[in-house]
């Protein structure tokens, strides 16, 4: 399979085509926005929190496929994880969008279909951008998520 | 210089412009990009250099190195020679009256930058107004706010209609007796329109207004007279004109320039400093404090002598012709529309596919070795304006060719097709 073909995989343009959990969360508890300044692409976040557990999360905004479907993908394996288990996956996707992590990302599960975009640096960030996101609305922060 | 020799040759007045034969002057256009051959169509964002510039580097650093403007020896005087014969070279192009009145900056944003520090907040005061347009590059709207925030002016905005050309009638409208300074692009980095720059600036000086010209994208292109455009000012960068980077050039008018503070302080722009008072230097060297990018300055110099010598009126049916044939190619295939469609235009073809962001056009068409720009292009408020978040902009330069056309427009096939 050629990179391209390993980027564009049918997984990532169907997530692309119809994104899983694009939509509002009026009960939100924790929202944050998320912005690439070199790009514009911006999301929009939401998380129900209950007693430590993402209850529902979901995800609203514009960027490239790349974007679209990490953010599509991330909503639909972050639903009923604890806080704790975000962050460690945070941690793992983070290091296999970079090419950091030392067993090829075996630990991110289903999202490993999205190693492909490290062979592209200039895109890691369109990947990262819904997680930095998400990790700012956990944390509760006020300032808008960057990927710089 | 050979490179100069072999190009006044290949562009005869009586034959056509023989574009193979300039592109062996541009060594990085031999190159393979991911097993193909590369197709550079991001001129609008950097131009390749040709070889007599790689090597008028190369000859400062190798034989003529040395601080400008101070040392007795050999070297000093041979690049401080060097360095001044560039600044002489670049009024010739643009025909500035005086070499006074050419100074060097890193680029166009800090010649932009300059002019609204030194003249705005000289002869600007709270409630004037300055005039920019809606299709204006970041760097010509970020430091005109800035100084709005600093003594309390405001920006007025020129619209644009849906071709992508200025609304000249609510242009006439915005003058009143606050306004203070016109500040617009003379060619539309995100949309290729060429503004009709000779009319407003009329139109402005009429009302008493000075004008700055933002030549990035017009230098490339266009033959630029400064003293038949009649502007104030008028800031280009020297890598958009196949020059080096961290170069660039405001011309102002001595009148003007005269009259505004420095820039920075420092060396070179003083003629005597005591603790009691320092007298400035004169122009251009009173807004040239420190050492500045003299290879670069000298590299300029290089890239103009190139450009001289070639037949303008054949580059200019040359890039019509890419521009029409790309325009027909493009508009050719489904669901692609066309952003910026104005009736002159140069360089700069902007366009969004339905349903694919233009991220993910780049990279594919950079996998068929075609280099694109894609994204916002700085001009945010272009792309609100069109309701797009980004666009895929291809933009031409002299030596491209008509083949590279059809390459681009195979790669977006390939888009459509991994899209389905």
């Known amino acids: 399979m050629s990179d391209l073909d390993d980027l564009y995989q049918e997984v990532i343009l169907d997530h692309n085509k119809s994104p899983r959990n694009y939509r509002v969360i009026a009960d939100a508890n924790r929202k944050a926005e998320g912005y690439n300044p070199l790009c514009g692409d911006h999301v929009t976040v939401y998380v129900h929190l209950e007693d430590g557990v993402i209850r529902d999360v979901s995800f609203q905004g514009s960027g490239c496929a790349i974007s679209k479907a990490s953010a599509s993908m991330m909503t639909a394996e972050l639903k009923g994880k604890s806080e704790a288990a975000a962050e460690e996956l945070f941690e793992n996707v983070h290091k296999m969008l970079t090419g950091a992590a030392d067993d090829g990302g075996e630990k991110v599960g289903k999202l490993k279909i999205l190693s492909g975009v490290c062979k592209f640096p200039a895109r890691v960030k369109c990947a990262s951008l819904a997680w930095h996101t998400v990790n700012a609305a956990l944390h509760g922060d006020n300032q808008p998520a960057t990927t710089e | 210089m050979k490179a100069v020799s072999h190009l006044a040759e290949s562009c005869n007045a009586a034959g056509s412009f023989d574009v193979q034969r300039v592109r062996e002057d541009f060594p990085i256009l031999k190159l393979k990009v991911h097993g193909k051959p590369l197709v550079y169509l991001d001129n609008g ?114 619209p644009i209609n849906h071709d992508g050309e200025l609304v000249l009638e609510e242009y006439h409208r915005l003058f009143n007796s606050r306004t203070k300074l016109l500040s617009i692009t003379h060619v539309s980095n995100a949309l290729g329109t060429v503004v009709p720059v000779k009319e407003m600036i009329a139109t402005a000086h009429e009302h008493g207004v000075p004008v700055l010209l933002d030549g990035a994208q017009a230098v490339p292109h266009l033959r630029i007279d400064v003293q038949d455009l009649d502007c104030d000012f008028y800031a280009f960068s020297g890598h958009k004109l196949f020059g080096p980077t961290g170069v660039g050039v405001l011309y102002g008018r001595a009148e003007l320039l005269e009259k505004m503070p420095p820039y920075q302080g420092g060396g070179d722009m003083i003629s005597l400093v005591t603790f009691e008072k320092t007298h400035y230097n004169v122009l251009p060297y009173k807004f040239e404090a420190g050492t500045p990018h003299i290879a670069g300055g000298i590299g300029l110099g290089a890239a103009i002598d190139y450009l001289s010598a070639l037949n303008w009126g054949q580059i200019a049916a040359h890039e019509h012709k890419l521009l029409s044939y790309a325009t027909e190619r493009l508009a050719d295939i489904d669901g692609l529309r066309i952003i910026g469609t104005a009736k002159e235009k140069a360089g700069v073809l902007s366009f969004v596919l339905e349903n694919v962001h233009a991220h993910d056009v780049g990279t594919i068409l950079d996998q068929e070795g075609v280099a694109v720009r894609a994204g916002h292009h700085c001009a945010m408020p272009v792309m609100q304006r069109f309701g797009v978040p980004a666009t895929t902009r291809a933009s031409f330069a002299f030596y491209n060719t008509i083949e590279e056309v059809d390459a681009l427009a195979r790669a977006i096939y390939r888009v459509r097709k991994v899209f389905g």
């Open chain 2, 45 to 158: 964002a950097t131009g390749q250099k040709p070889q007599c510039v790689i090597d008028a580097l190369n000859a400062y650093y190798s034989a003529e190195n040395s601080n400008i403007h101070r040392g007795v020896h050999y070297l000093s005087e041979r690049a401080t020679a060097a360095y001044e014969a560039a600044r002489e070279k670049i009024r010739g192009f643009i025909n500035a009256r005086s070499d006074k009145e050419i100074i060097f900056v890193r680029g166009t944003t800090e010649a932009i930058n300059l002019v609204a520090q030194c003249y705005g907040r000289g002869s600007l005061r709270a409630g004037d107004e300055i005039i920019v347009s809606a299709m204006e590059h970041h760097s010509n709207i970020v430091p005109w706010q800035i100084l709005c925030e600093q003594i309390g002016a405001r920006l007025r905005v020129i």
